[in-house]
């Protein structure tokens, strides 16, 4: 059984994933066909970093997730697996308040695979 957050509602969580623009559509797709997430926003950003020692500019996109934190690992697992980085970020932002229906949505969206 999902815990209850405060207000409410069932627990739901924000992952962030950068992935190059090319692959963020398919990636979001398949998420959404498992029944592993609710909603992917796809937002266009500029991410600045170092990798192996090397300063790099990439044009990314980020991938706003909306699932249950119950479903969290498994979409961290899916999102892996599917990847083209070696190293992905795969980032788990809890979500304490929010809107009740809102969040009723997000759970009813998801499921168990």
Do not use: F
């Not at 600045?48 to 479903?71: A, M, N, V």
């Amino acid at each position: 059984m999902e815990k209850k957050n405060a207000g409410g509602g069932q627990e739901i969580c924000v992952i962030y994933s950068t992935v190059p623009p090319s692959r963020s559509a398919d990636l979001s797709q398949r998420l959404l066909e498992k029944n592993l997430v609710a909603c992917v926003t796809i937002v266009p950003v500029r991410s600045l970093y170092r990798w192996k020692g090397e300063s790099c500019d990439e044009e990314e996109h980020l991938l706003i997730i909306k699932t249950r934190q119950g479903l969290a690992d498994k979409v961290i697992r899916a999102l892996k697996a599917m990847h083209p980085y070696e190293v992905p970020e795969i980032i788990v932002l809890p979500v304490t308040a929010g809107y009740l229906p809102y969040r009723a949505w997000v759970h009813g969206e998801t499921r168990e695979p």
